[in-house]
C-alpha cells in the first residue's frame, strides 16, 4: 500500500507548540535583576556586619543590575503595548461605549 502524505500546510504537519516554562516568562529576569540591586545596596549601605573588602564588588554589582533592570523592565513594557496595540488593530475598531 502507497502510503498517503499530507500537504505542507495540513495541521499535523506544524510543529507543536512548546510550553512556557517558569524562566521563560518576560519579567522573570528584571525581577531577578531588581534582586540583586536589593540585595547589593542592602549589603553596601545597611548591612551592620559588612565587610570593606567586599565594596567594590557591591557596588559593581548594584550599578550593573540597576541599569540592566531598568533597560529589560522598559523593554517589557514596549513589548506590552505593542501586542495591546497589535491585537487592538487585529479586532478593528471598537463600540462605542455607553
Do not use: C
Request: aromatic share 16%; charged share 20%.
Amino acid at each position: 500500500m502507497a502510503e498517503q502524505t499530507k500537504p505542507a500546510g495540513s495541521a499535523s504537519a506544524k510543529k507543536p507548540q512548546r510550553s512556557m516554562g517558569p524562566f521563560d516568562h518576560p519579567w522573570f529576569l528584571p525581577g531577578l535583576l531588581y534582586f540583586f540591586v536589593l540585595w547589593a545596596g542592602y549589603d553596601e549601605f545597611l548591612n551592620p556586619d559588612f565587610d570593606p573588602k567586599y565594596t567594590w564588588f557591591n557596588r559593581t554589582i548594584l550599578g550593573l543590575s540597576s541599569v540592566f533592570a531598568v533597560y529589560y523592565t522598559v523593554q517589557n513594557i514596549r513589548d506590552t503595548r505593542r501586542a495591546k496595540a497589535r491585537e487592538s488593530a487585529k479586532s478593528g475598531p471598537g463600540e462605542p461605549l455607553g
